[in-house]
């Protein structure tokens, strides 16, 4: 049987996408053709349809001005605009939600190594040439007359059936850093290896001080969709050995507990899930937490300084290690702590802090003390974080009670006896409130 020409290839699976993005791509090939342009579908979308993985993130590039074909996109179908004319991109939100990015091909130069890139018009192959492994330097035509036609000028499909990631000059990781993390990703997530010249010049730019020039959201960027993978310890494993960390922070080490929690993370993420499906937690965030378990608060610290971390993530990153730790300790050893004690223990804490702590009771591998936090992580979660008195701060008032300080003392009181199961009635709330007043008179 003869083999399948690119475009037969290329074609054959077209037909894995939805059928609307079909029809989309089809008018907006048709709409390229109008407009005497060469339109193509191109990046992680055709190498994932090669390997029949679902990926519907529409990356379309232009021969041509992307920019013009953006804005007249937008106005055909209503859509939402971005423009980032330094890179000649556009990002495209349609009225239904499904974004597109659509780029000119061009060609990048870099001022100095890591810098953002400089870019210039250029042909599709050029603008291959500059993407960062052969794997996602195809492209799939759009235009009518030659709908499906598989543009492969560096070996992609090769290397994908060979399972290799390779890059497609000498300098890529020197150009751009970010590939030193993106080659790891990608070869653990698709189960691929490092072609051996390219391990080589990747171990070379590891060595040098590259990656410092990243800035502090280029390499937060890296990190966190390196650890949003199905099994980012591999990938952790291979960013430690190639010393990696220390862009982090030149003192960070991986302890013992480290090493124990990133190994049974996923276990506690999986209770997680399975407690609360509908309140999905940040895997990257937990697994940086995981990787700071060992450090001290300087380094902690300065490492979300250095990422330049939100204050979100940087309010989650703070419990990592010994406030975690020490969280942990009292609720595994203490056998009569009462609801309201677990209550203000945790009622501070993040979604991922909680499942951090699920994470640090099994890397204690002590199965008793283990079920008691659960029970009392899975009771405060169902039901104890969403209690709230009957009586309020008017109520109070309507009782006489003069407005101050001491109506915080009073309603904290009255949330601890309530979660207590000492008062169950707003009558019972109500006599507790006039006996603390009484008592503060």
């Given at each position: 049987?003869c083999a399948?020409?690119n475009?037969?290839a290329?074609?054959?699976?077209?037909?894995r996408?939805?059928?609307?993005?079909v029809?989309?791509?089809?008018?907006?090939?048709?709409?390229?053709?109008?407009?005497?342009?060469g339109?193509?579908l191109?990046?992680?979308?055709?190498?994932?349809?090669?390997?029949k993985?679902?990926?519907?993130?529409?990356?379309?590039?232009v021969?041509?001005?992307?920019?013009?074909?953006?804005?007249?996109?937008?106005?055909?179908?209503?859509?939402?605009l971005?423009?980032?004319?330094?890179?000649?991109?556009?990002r495209?939100?349609?009225?239904?939600?499904?974004?597109i990015?659509?780029a000119s091909?061009?060609?990048?130069?870099?001022?100095?190594p890591?810098?953002?890139?400089?870019?210039?018009?250029?042909?599709?192959?050029?603008?291959l040439?500059?993407?960062?492994?052969?794997?996602?330097?195809?492209?799939?035509?759009?235009?009518a007359?030659?709908?499906?036609?598989?543009?492969?000028?560096?070996?992609?499909?090769?290397?994908?059936?060979a399972?290799?990631?390779?890059v497609?000059?000498?300098?890529?990781?020197?150009d751009?850093?970010?590939?030193?993390?993106?080659?790891?990703?990608?070869?653990e997530?698709?189960?691929?290896?490092?072609?051996?010249?390219?391990?080589?010049?990747l171990?070379?730019?590891?060595?040098?001080?590259?990656?410092?020039?990243l800035?502090g959201?280029?390499?937060?960027?890296?990190?966190?969709?390196?650890?949003?993978?199905?099994?980012?310890?591999?990938?952790?494993g291979?960013?430690t050995?190639l010393?990696?960390?220390?862009?982090?922070?030149?003192?960070?080490?991986?302890?013992?507990?480290?090493?124990?929690?990133?190994?049974v993370?996923?276990?506690?993420m999986?209770?997680?899930?399975?407690?609360?499906?509908?309140?999905?937690v940040?895997?990257?965030?937990?697994?940086?937490?995981?990787?700071?378990?060992d450090?001290?608060?300087?380094?902690?610290?300065?490492?979300?300084?250095r990422?330049?971390?939100?204050?979100?993530?940087?309010?989650s990153?703070?419990?990592?290690?010994?406030?975690?730790?020490?969280?942990?300790?009292?609720?595994?050893g203490?056998?009569d702590?009462?609801?309201?004690?677990v209550?203000?223990?945790?009622?501070?804490?993040?979604?991922?802090?909680?499942v951090?702590?699920?994470?640090?009771?099994?890397a204690?591998?002590?199965?008793q003390?283990?079920?008691?936090?659960?029970?009392?992580l899975?009771?405060?979660?169902?039901?104890?974080?969403?209690?709230?008195?009957?009586?309020?701060?008017?109520?109070?008032?309507?009782?006489?009670?003069?407005?101050g300080?001491?109506?915080k003392t009073?309603?904290?009181?009255l949330?601890?006896?309530?979660?207590?199961?000492?008062?169950?009635?707003?009558?019972?709330?109500?006599?507790?409130?006039?006996?603390?007043a009484?008592?503060s008179?």
């Amino acid at each position: 049987m003869c083999a399948m020409t690119n475009v037969q290839a290329a074609q054959h699976v077209m037909i894995r996408l939805p059928r609307k993005i079909v029809v989309l791509l089809r008018q907006l090939g048709r709409t390229a053709d109008e407009n005497g342009i060469g339109l193509y579908l191109v990046g992680g979308l055709v190498r994932d349809l090669l390997l029949k993985r679902n990926n519907w993130d529409l990356d379309l590039t232009v021969e041509g001005d992307g920019i013009a074909f953006a804005r007249l996109v937008a106005s055909r179908y209503g859509a939402g605009l971005a423009l980032f004319e330094r890179f000649a991109t556009a990002r495209l939100t349609l009225p239904e939600g499904l974004k597109i990015d659509i780029a000119s091909t061009r060609r990048e130069s870099y001022a100095q190594p890591a810098a953002l890139p400089d870019v210039q018009s250029a042909s599709l192959h050029e603008d291959l040439y500059r993407r960062d492994f052969t794997i996602n330097a195809m492209a799939i035509q759009l235009n009518a007359a030659h709908w499906g036609q598989l543009h492969d000028p560096y070996g992609g499909q090769r290397d994908l059936k060979a399972k290799t990631v390779r890059v497609l000059h000498e300098g890529s990781f020197i150009d751009d850093p970010t590939r030193i993390f993106r080659a790891i990703r990608f070869a653990e997530r698709f189960d691929f290896h490092v072609e051996p010249k390219t391990y080589r010049l990747l171990k070379q730019a590891a060595t040098t001080n590259m990656v410092v020039r990243l800035s502090g959201p280029r390499l937060a960027n890296e990190m966190f969709l390196l650890m949003r993978e199905r099994e980012p310890s591999r990938a952790i494993g291979r960013l430690t050995r190639l010393n990696l960390f220390r862009f982090l922070h030149p003192h960070l080490r991986f302890g013992t507990l480290t090493h124990r929690l990133l190994s049974v993370l996923p276990r506690a993420m999986a209770w997680w899930k399975e407690q609360c499906p509908g309140d999905p937690v940040d895997q990257a965030l937990l697994y940086l937490m995981a990787i700071l378990s060992d450090a001290g608060s300087s380094i902690t610290h300065a490492i979300v300084q250095r990422l330049q971390l939100s204050a979100v993530q940087a309010a989650s990153i703070e419990w990592a290690g010994g406030k975690t730790s020490r969280a942990t300790k009292t609720l595994l050893g203490k056998d009569d702590m009462r609801p309201s004690q677990v209550y203000r223990l945790l009622m501070n804490m993040p979604d991922e802090v909680l499942v951090l702590l699920v994470a640090t009771a099994m890397a204690n591998r002590n199965g008793q003390k283990i079920r008691r936090l659960k029970k009392r992580l899975v009771r405060f979660l169902k039901h104890d974080r969403s209690v709230t008195t009957i009586v309020k701060g008017e109520d109070l008032k309507e009782l006489g009670l003069k407005p101050g300080p001491h109506f915080k003392t009073i309603l904290e009181r009255l949330l601890n006896e309530r979660l207590d199961g000492i008062v169950t009635t707003k009558a019972e709330e109500r006599a507790l409130v006039l006996r603390l007043a009484q008592r503060s008179a």
